[in-house]
């Protein structure tokens, strides 16, 4: 996990990918998250990956939209 991300009405668990990644790579991410349910795991990459993430039920965003946007889009 790469950063924890607390808002008025949002708590994020972030893992920030630049290329591919398998479910075992969100390990620590999945286990944070399991620890304190209060956050929601959210991954921030390249589009094309965007199928793995969903694959394992966590939330996406391109990293471009996060920079011109940030969590709130």
């Known amino acids: 996990m790469d950063l924890i991300v607390t808002g008025q009405s949002d708590r994020w668990a972030v893992e920030i990918k630049s290329g591919g990644f398998t479910q075992r790579d969100l390990r620590g991410l999945l286990a944070f998250v399991e620890r304190f349910r209060g956050f929601r795991p959210l991954i921030i990459g390249e ?6 993430a969903e694959r394992a039920g966590i939330d996406f965003i391109r990293w471009q939209d996060y920079l011109l946007h940030g969590l709130h889009q």
């Open 47 to 52: 589009e094309l990956f965007r199928h793995s």
